[in-house]
């Protein structure tokens, strides 16, 4: 059972546009959700977090909205640049899992010039 | 730069060796992890450790053998590995997991081969 999904494989944006990348879950019992990004043979690396009792997280060019009622988050990158070009994670938790975390599959995005 | 140091980068083993990985951090973090993740697929969690407890382990053979010998230290002890184990291991450490509000920071991982 998939918890978590990221249902668009890929997404390719030009640079300097918004680039809207999106995560769904199923499970309510999430409160801490997070993005991450990867590129080739790198770890993830922490972007930004949400936790459930906001609808709006900021963090320069990188904002997170999340939306409960619907169980969908989203990750907006204004503007988008070519080193943004990588693998997003979003990933969730919940307090008693001992931070373990369930990610989604995954969305490549290449920003093109 | 990584604040999560995984050595070594690259290994390859037959399946009767015994080799180990090493994972460290110098942040404070009390809560490390192991994951493993295959090609085009998320990491999946394998091992996490509190306060260098084993608090869980997500019914991992045990051809894989964790260890924590201190707070800033994590080991991934293999043996006998079978080749669907070759995979990137990650390392992840996080300030203290008794609290979902707290990021976890991963290694840029080693890649494992199996002969």
């Known amino acids: 059972d998939q918890q978590v999904k990221q249902n668009s494989p890929s997404l390719s944006v030009q640079e300097g546009r918004i680039s809207i990348l999106n995560c769904d879950y199923t499970?309510?019992?999430?409160?801490?959700f997070l993005w991450y990004k990867k590129y080739p043979a790198e770890g993830p690396t922490f972007l930004i977090s949400i936790s459930s009792i906001k609808d709006k997280n900021e963090d320069g060019r990188f904002t997170v909205f999340l939306n409960k009622s619907a169980k969908h988050l989203s990750l907006h990158i204004v503007p988008s640049q070519p080193g943004d070009s990588a693998v997003y994670f979003c990933a969730a938790t919940y307090t008693g899992t001992a931070s373990k975390l369930t990610f989604g599959t995954g969305t490549r995005l290449q920003v093109t010039l | 730069d990584t604040e999560v140091t995984q050595t070594p980068k690259h290994l390859v083993m037959g399946m009767t060796n015994k080799k180990s990985l090493k994972c460290e951090q110098h942040?404070?973090?009390?809560?490390m992890y192991w994951y493993k993740q295959k090609a085009k697929k998320p990491p999946e969690l394998m091992f996490v450790?509190?306060?260098?407890?084993?608090?869980i382990n997500e019914s991992v053979p045990s051809r894989f053998s964790p260890e924590c010998p201190n707070s800033s230290l994590l080991n991934l002890h293999l043996h006998a590995l079978q080749p669907e184990d070759s995979a990137l291991y990650l390392c992840?450490?996080?300030?203290?997991?008794?609290?979902?509000?707290?990021?976890?920071?991963f290694g840029d991982g080693t890649r494992l081969s199996i002969l």
């Open positions: 942040m404070g973090h009390r809560a």
């Open positions: 450790y509190s306060y260098e407890k084993l608090s």
């Open positions: 499970n309510s019992m999430f409160d801490y």
């Open positions: 992840a450490s996080s300030q203290d997991n008794r609290y979902s509000n707290q990021p976890q920071h």
